[in-house]
């Protein structure tokens, strides 16, 4: 079992940045891939980045350019650096982990999220 916390969220203004975080407690053997998605109002959740535990990474095209994941293996921790935040970045964004347990059983994990407003 693999719990997610996510801190950081808030409000911040249209240009402005915020970082959130997330870490990941529990039992489990590894953490393959950590990261966001995003769910607004109206929209289908959209992925916003991955980060591999070896380092590779995927962006959403919308966030390409301005936002940055970036982990930390021996936290099991993920962060998302976020700059030039638009109104559209308003959501609640999820942390996403991809555990494999003791028993070899590979399954994913959400947590809680956070908002995100960006607005003036």
């Known amino acids: 079992q693999v719990h997610l916390v996510e801190s950081g969220g808030g409000l911040v203004q249209p240009g402005g940045s915020l970082r959130v975080s997330c870490a990941a407690s529990g039992s489990f053997r590894s953490i393959p891939t950590m990261g966001w998605y995003r769910h607004a109002p109206g929209k289908e959740r959209e992925l916003v980045a991955t980060?591999?535990?070896?380092?590779?990474?995927v962006y959403g095209d919308s966030v390409k350019g301005r936002f940055t994941i970036s982990g930390d293996n021996g936290k099991n921790t993920v962060y998302l650096q976020m700059n030039s935040l638009k109104p559209e970045d308003t959501a609640v964004y999820y942390c996403?982990?991809?555990?494999?347990?003791?028993?070899?059983?590979?399954?994913?994990?959400w947590g809680r999220g956070t908002q995100v407003t960006v607005s003036s």
């Open positions: 980060i591999s535990s070896r380092g590779m990474i």
């Open positions: 996403y982990a991809d555990a494999i347990s003791y028993t070899y059983t590979r399954r994913d994990y």
